[in-house]
């Protein structure tokens, strides 16, 4: 069995703190705020990363790339999608494309 990727091993952090609620966990309380919160911290990351980006600085955009990529997890943790179904999503278009190319 391979080792679970980054964002797998992210993913079930993620999972168990919505099912955990710890407190002083940055991640429950988004969890204990809920959807609206979730959602909202989703587009102010997406508006920092394309600020970042913006400014031509690869630390600011690497930083902010991770921070969106969080709070991305963080909603399909509260939605309950496994990240596989996002892989698969993935191959899918990727498949296609190569499809579309031959």
């Not at 609620?21 to 959807?35: C, D, H, I, N, V």
């Not at 698969?88 to 296609?96: K, S």
């Amino acid at each position: 069995m391979t080792e679970p990727t980054i964002l797998q091993q992210l993913y079930e952090v993620i999972a168990a703190r919505k099912r955990d609620l710890p407190e002083g966990s940055y991640t429950a309380a988004l969890f204990r705020e809920g959807e609206d919160a979730i959602l909202r911290k989703l587009g102010e990351e997406t508006l920092e990363l394309v600020l970042a980006a913006k400014s031509g600085r690869t630390p600011e955009v690497v930083h902010e790339v991770a921070d969106l990529l969080f709070h991305l997890w963080v909603l399909l943790g509260h939605l309950e999608i496994p990240p596989e179904q996002i892989y698969a999503e993935l191959q899918r278009r990727r498949d296609t494309s190569k499809d579309r190319r031959q």
